[in-house]
């Protein structure tokens, strides 16, 4: 995911995380060596859907 510049000064605007959501300054966000972005509400999403990561419940 490329950051998208925006000319408007006005926005706050940053660009679009792999799970399709708006980005904003200031926003926390991961940076995968794949290029792809992922705010943090949506680390658990991320590493479900596109790395195939199991959640489980410790017993």
Known sequence: ??????SSSKSSHWGI???GD???HGDTIF???NGDVVLL???P????????V???TAK
Do not use: W
């Open 41 to 43: 509400e949506n680390l």
């Open 31 to 33: 940076e995968f060596p």
């Open 17 to 19: 995380d792999a799970c």
């Open 54 to 56: 199991k959640e489980t």
């Open 1 to 6: 995911m490329a950051r998208v510049e925006n």
């Open 45 to 52: 999403e991320y590493l479900i859907k596109f790395l195939g």
């Open 22 to 24: 708006e980005i904003f």
